[in-house]
């Protein structure tokens, strides 16, 4: 059994030694390779001393060539051939009013008549408080007047009056009060007389001292009826009359004359 062994090895190493060349090489390298070659009944020469032709490669398919994409020509264009110019759609023309269109159009003026004097100072603090942007001015008929004033007409708040008195100070005129009631807040009297002669006398008196500002109306009584006017944006107006409407209902909102 051991001597089977040993000479397993020794053949093993024999042609280990065999293989690797340990005892020496044939003269001529490629004898060898002849033995290594595998059905080299089946190979053939296709050339000799030139380059090998191109191989035959099967061309790949190409796809067709896509025309490219053309709109379409509307029905009833002219031509046929040209796709019709698009119209712009009517509302994209419209231009939006210019700025100058908007500040040239003339103010609004409403009025109210005839108004008891106490609906007259409700409807004339509505005005004062919600529509700033109004002038108001009012009206008293003559037959119903309590005298006649002398008076600066109202200013939009009493620091204006207060500094308005100062100024009437400065002229040396010191008969004065600011009125304090709604439908002429801010006003400021300067005489109340029985006749229309004495106010203008008095207001007479008065420019001479360098006021500019005052004029004669009718002193407004407790049965009086005022006429009241507002002149002012437009664009309130709807706003205004509705206010107006739910404050005094049977009140007609008019347009000025």
Not at 63 to 76: I, K, M, N, Q, R
Not at 137 to 144: C, I, N, P, V
Request: proline share 10%.
């Amino acid at each position: 059994m051991k001597a089977l062994v040993f000479l397993l090895v020794l053949a093993n190493l024999l042609f280990y030694a065999l293989s690797a060349g340990y005892f020496g090489h044939p003269d001529n390298p490629d004898a060898g390779r002849v033995e290594q070659q595998v059905l080299p009944e089946r190979m053939r020469i296709v050339s000799r001393g030139e380059a090998p032709g191109t191989p035959l490669v099967k061309p790949a398919p190409v796809a067709p060539a896509v025309a490219p994409a053309t709109e379409t020509p509307a029905t009833g264009s002219a031509g046929g051939d040209r796709p019709a110019a698009t119209e712009p759609a009517p509302e994209a023309k419209a231009e939006k009013p210019g700025v100058a269109e908007v500040v040239d159009k003339p103010p609004v003026c409403l009025t109210w008549r005839p108004l008891p004097l106490a609906d007259a100072e409700r409807l004339a603090a509505l005005l004062s408080k919600r529509f700033g942007d109004y002038k108001v001015t009012r009206k008293l008929a003559a037959s119903d007047s309590n005298g006649w004033w002398v008076f600066i007409p109202p200013v939009p708040s009493k620091a204006e009056a207060e500094k308005k008195s100062a100024e009437l100070r400065e002229l040396g005129v010191t008969e004065f009060f600011i009125v304090q009631d709604e439908l002429n807040r801010n006003a400021i009297s300067l005489g109340v007389f029985s006749s229309e002669k004495g106010g203008q006398d008095k207001l007479a008196e008065l420019k001479a001292k360098g006021v500019r500002s005052a004029q004669v109306a009718p002193r407004p009584g407790k049965d009086s009826l005022i006429t009241l006017q507002a002149r002012g944006p437009v664009g309130d107006k709807v706003e205004l009359i509705g206010a107006v409407g739910r404050l005094l209902p049977k009140a007609d909102t008019l347009a000025c004359k």
